[in-house]
């Protein structure tokens, strides 16, 4: 139980760090598209909110596995498939969870508009540093957001796990694996255990966020 | 404004009109399928004969058959709950027995329809030699079994590699299915190089290596089949369990390689 715990931890972690990494660029990329493919590209990182895990995790088996693009590259590392894999279940989990994060940044960064972008341009601050310096830290409450959203949804994976995962303990098997193999196997003691941690936790995170949204508001205000 | 509102609002209704009418179609048709149908658990292993038996069963009698597949543990826990299945066609005669013993299961009505074979299966032609010797020496990154808490084959999978002294040595290499289905799908995909798999599963593959595991290194995989509490006044159901036991069921079974009784 505990190594499940310890494992799903790990893995919201390292996911939501990848995509802070990669979805607060795309977000602010895509909350200054002004044509037609910033559409489409939106749409596309949210699929995963409508597809069922499934459907990801079918083309994460192609993906990953030893008939895949990317087994050239993975040949390189002398890996044969990425499944039944911690790395494996990061790649799932940052498609996965990719719209929680960017959605809210991107809403945050169209929310500022470009006017602070623009002045802190004219006063001849370098692109980088206007990003850093201004964007990033007006568009706090969306990127705090995001990060909670995707640390949350991460922990509660299940489909995308059970397809790629192959249930391996300590590695791959992570909770909501743990609680449908303690339901299956009709051990609803730890399952029952498992299960409230995981509505209190889910519960928890969903309340903080919307005091904080509820806070943001009225500090704007 | 108020005008474009109630254009609006006429619009909405009469898309949820239309939906809920295209949502009221299938539906309609699964209840009257329901009606004359038999709802069957299948262990996974059996998928492919049961498909088939379903069919030939179907175009004799006129019954019709909805097969489920998973793993027995799986569809034990759910039977627990109250799911709708008439009869059960598990992997294992521990589960049944107990189905009857808790009142689920028609007393008398167990079985056995099949004894199943545990075989190490490769994708990779001459990756299995005819000893199984790859297990203690052989290259490989994963072997796929199906989880051995709920799935009998994944039990028989264990007690082989104990019975080999090389289950601590292969711990880590392990990968589990939920199902034998999903074992051998990680297995046939090429995701895991090794796994033991139901021969029944393998038996019409042409390709790949196998090796069929000896009888004496794990226990017999004994399945039975039991009626449900839900189908003992079903005479479909009924029928489909005396069908397994004709010469035709029995011809069919042990053509996915299963001994039957004789």
Redesign the interface.
Known sequence: MWPAVALSLELATVTTCVLLLLGVPLAWALARANSWWGEAVSALVALPIVLPPTVIGFYL?ILL???GPLAPILAHFG???L??SFPGLVIGSVVYSLPFMVQPVRNAFRELGPAPWEAALTLRARPLDAFFAVALPLAQGGIITGTILAFAHTLGEFGVV?MIG???PGR?EVLSIVI??D????QWGQAGVLAAGMALFSFAVVLVTFLAEKRMARLRA | MLTSKSAARRRFTAWLGAFALAAMLPMSALNAARAASVPVAVAANFTAPAKELAANFQLATGNTLVLSFGASGAFFTQIGQGAPFEIFLSADSVRPKKLVESGLGVQGSEFTYATGKLVLWSATPGLVDNQGKVLSDGKFAHLAIAAPKSAPYGEAAIETMKALNVYDQLQNRIVVGESINQAYQFTASGSAELGFVAYSQVIREKKGSEWLVPQNLYKPITQDAVLLKTGENDPAAQAFLAYLKTPAALKIIRSYGYVTAP
Do not use: E
């Open positions: 088996l596995g030893p008939h890996l044969r498939t499944a039944f059970l192959g249930d391996i791959t449908f193999n339901v299956d196997t009709m």
